[in-house]
């Protein structure tokens, strides 16, 4: 776990570094952004390489919303969760008198393994 602490700081030192260059304040940053900007240059290492005056430019870009919010950031879905018991009371039946009668001599039979 210390080297992914370490490692989220320097992704942030990185993104930081970028935002410094562009005149935005360092405490404006976003770290989930941030790391979604590598993740993505990552994904596509594969593809053709893009220069790294993108890669800066995305990392200066990765910072927090400045809009004010007037209401909760709650999520739009709200699932139907209400108590609701997911079955039934149990049927209890009593057992006859010839079930009874055969439980009875197992328990008094003799037991296989002593």
């Known amino acids: 776990m ?18 410094i260059k562009v005149d935005r304040p360092p ?8 790391l979604a900007v590598l993740q993505d240059a990552m994904n596509m290492c594969h593809e053709v390489a893009l220069a790294g005056s993108v890669l800066s430019r995305q990392l ?5 919303d400045a809009y004010l919010r007037t209401s909760n950031q709650s999520a739009r879905y709200k699932p ?3 108590d609701k018991p997911s079955a039934t009371q149990p049927l209890l039946i009593k057992a006859p008198e010839q079930q ?4 009875r001599r197992l328990k008094s039979a003799p037991a296989l393994f002593p």
């Open 2 to 19: 210390d080297w992914w602490l370490v490692g989220l700081w320097l992704v942030q030192l990185f993104a930081v570094k970028e935002q």
């Open 27 to 34: 405490d404006s940053s976003s770290v989930s952004l941030s």
């Open 60 to 64: 200066s870009e990765a910072v927090k």
């Open 80 to 82: 139907n969760l209400k």
């Open 100 to 103: 009874k009668q055969a439980v």
